[in-house]
């Protein structure tokens, strides 16, 4: 009698986790289900943006260099001279990631880091000529993928999706002060 106890225990297990696999719900692949234009808008935001920098990712491999190291480049070549503070802020990214990346791109040549005429614990930093070369390869293959995020878009949607984003990233910014 016990073993048939087992066995019938075994088989209600068995049963069970069946109809518990046979409920949980298949993953939907991006644009589909709540991944799709049913889904929340901030997810929607977010699998964009991951799809958009493994994409980046993908174009910048071939020249070693990451995405953070290509917006850190990015910010100095826009904003020469500026901190390491500065370039976090500017980049998004925190000031020990900013750390790293900046002593990694000094190892590569692509940056020089000086003292700052007035404050002497402030290192200015910027772009060597061989980090302008690379930010310029860079930037043609960032260009290409903007290309493919444009694809579709006529140029007053896109002027309409630029002005949405900066909307956020504003509100965004006056909610952190």
Known sequence: MAKT??????????????????????????GEGKRGESGYLAYLLRQASAANRLNLERELADLHVTVPQFFVLTMLGAYPGISGA???????????????????????????????????????????????????????RANAVDKQLRAGLTPEEEQIVRRWLVSQAVAGEAVAE
């Open 86 to 140: 500065d370039v976090a802020r500017l980049a998004l990214l925190t000031p020990q990631t900013v750390s790293v990346i900046m002593n990694n791109l000094e190892k590569m040549g692509a940056i020089a880091r000086q003292p700052h005429p007035v404050h002497g614990r402030i290192q200015t930093i910027a772009l060597t000529e061989a980090g302008r070369s690379l930010l310029a390869q860079c930037k043609g």
């Open 5 to 30: 106890l087992k066995t019938k225990g075994k088989k209600a297990a068995r049963k069970a986790a069946d109809e518990v696999a046979a409920e949980v719900a298949t993953i939907p692949a991006p």
